[in-house]
C-alpha cells in the first residue's frame, strides 16, 4: 500500500503551493491523515493532521496560521495548502495514514506512508 504525494515544486519566499495525497487502492476516509516534512540532515518532522472526517485539525507551531490541511473522502484525497512560504519550509513533504480516525504528531501512530514531494522555498 502506499500513499501518492504530489504539487511540490520551486517558489519563491512568499508564494504558496498546495500538496496532494492519493491511494488508488486503499480507501483511507477511516483514518487520520497526516503531512510530515523532512529537511536535509535533519529528523522527520509532523505539520499537519486531520482526523477522519476532517472534524479536527492539529497544526506544528511552525507552520500554524500559513498551512492548512483538508481532506476529500469522497475523492480519497488529502491536501495541504501551504502559504507565505519561508526557506526554512524546504523539505521533502511526506502524507501518512493515521493507526486510528485521529491525527496524532507521533511518526510511530501512522502505518502508510508516501513516497514524497519536495519542496524548495528560495530566498
Known amino acids: 500500500v502506499q500513499l501518492q504525494a504530489s504539487g511540490g515544486g520551486l517558489v519563491q519566499a512568499g508564494g504558496f503551493l498546495r500538496l496532494s495525497c492519493t491511494n488508488s487502492?486503499?480507501?483511507?476516509?477511516?483514518?487520520?491523515m497526516g503531512w510530515f516534512r523532512q529537511a536535509p540532515g535533519k529528523e522527520r518532522e509532523f505539520v499537519a493532521g486531520?482526523?477522519?472526517?476532517?472534524?479536527?485539525?492539529t497544526y506544528a507551531d511552525s507552520v500554524k496560521g500559513r498551512f492548512t490541511i483538508s481532506r476529500d473522502n469522497a475523492k480519497n484525497m488529502v491536501f495541504l495548502q501551504m502559504n507565505s512560504l519561508r526557506p526554512e519550509d524546504t523539505a521533502v513533504y511526506y502524507c501518512?495514514?493515521?493507526?486510528?480516525?485521529?491525527?496524532?504528531?507521533?511518526?510511530?501512530?501512522?502505518?502508510?506512508w508516501g513516497q514524497g514531494t519536495l519542496v524548495t522555498v528560495s530566498s
Open positions: 501518512a495514514t493515521s493507526r486510528t480516525i485521529i491525527a496524532t504528531v507521533a511518526r510511530a501512530d501512522y502505518s502508510y
Open positions: 487502492r486503499r480507501v483511507f476516509s477511516n483514518n487520520g
Open positions: 486531520i482526523s477522519w472526517r476532517g472534524g479536527s485539525t
